[in-house]
């Protein structure tokens, strides 16, 4: 997985609490991101980063935030989380788009329940 | 404009036929093709990718069919094998940043 962990790997908790999940990477890539998988919806992008303290929002971001204060580390927070964020959340990396090539390398995946 | 559309949602093929699995698209900012391919329990990986200036691009039994004037592309699996089995998502990008819109996924169950 090129490089890539995401912690924890399940997880199941309960509606209103805060939940963190952390990206960490090895590879010194400038771009990180996270996505959420549902069935029926593919990959939908949350939040990503260009850089330390760089970040964006992506097409569902609503109900997510994130932080990037070192290169290898990303953290998707869930600042109260509900039912409907029950997915299997995808953190990926990627270098600069300047080599105009845009592959994306994906981590093994947090599987969340919330209850 | 950003979306990608997918399809079939899913797909059996009999062992050393061919997959076929379609995609569209409706930005013409899009420069980049890329398919991913999943197993379960496992992160996408790429597979393979297409520009625009090509109209395919093979890679051992893979090949990509892009049709530019019908914004359409196309994943051809020739001689598939139960190792193909898996999820397939074709993803478009272009424009001036660095994300992937992807399409909705399609199951490929591959039978022996």
């Known amino acids: 997985d090129a490089g890539i962990t995401q912690s924890p790997r399940h997880k199941v908790t309960e509606t209103g609490t805060p939940v963190t999940l952390r990206c960490h990477q090895t590879?010194?890539?400038?771009?990180m991101y996270w996505y959420r998988q549902d069935p029926g919806h593919g990959l939908r992008l949350i939040h990503y980063?260009?850089?330390?303290?760089?970040?964006d929002k992506g097409e569902v971001s609503d109900g997510y935030s994130v932080s990037r204060s070192k290169t290898e580390d990303f953290l998707l927070t869930l600042e109260s989380a509900t039912s409907s964020q029950t997915s299997v959340y995808f953190c990926?990396?990627?270098?600069?788009?300047?080599?105009?090539?845009?592959?994306?390398?994906f981590g093994p995946g947090t599987r969340l329940t919330v209850l | 404009q950003q979306q990608v559309k997918q399809s079939p949602q899913s797909l059996i093929v009999q062992k050393g036929g061919i997959s076929i699995i379609n995609c569209a698209y409706e930005n013409t900012a899009f420069d980049y093709f890329p398919w991913y391919q999943q197993f379960p329990g496992k992160g996408p990986a790429l597979l393979i990718a297409i520009r625009p200036d090509v109209s395919e691009k093979k890679e051992g039994r893979f090949t990509i069919s892009f049709n530019k004037s019908a914004k359409q592309f196309s994943l051809h699996i020739m001689d598939s094998q139960p190792g193909d089995s898996a999820t397939y998502f074709c993803a478009a990008t272009g424009g001036a940043t660095n994300k992937l819109i992807f399409g909705t996924g399609t199951l490929l169950a591959v039978q022996p």
């Open positions: 990926a990396i990627s270098e600069s788009r300047a080599f105009s090539y845009n592959e994306q390398f």
């Open positions: 590879e010194n890539h400038r771009y």
């Open positions: 980063s260009y850089g330390v303290k760089d970040t």
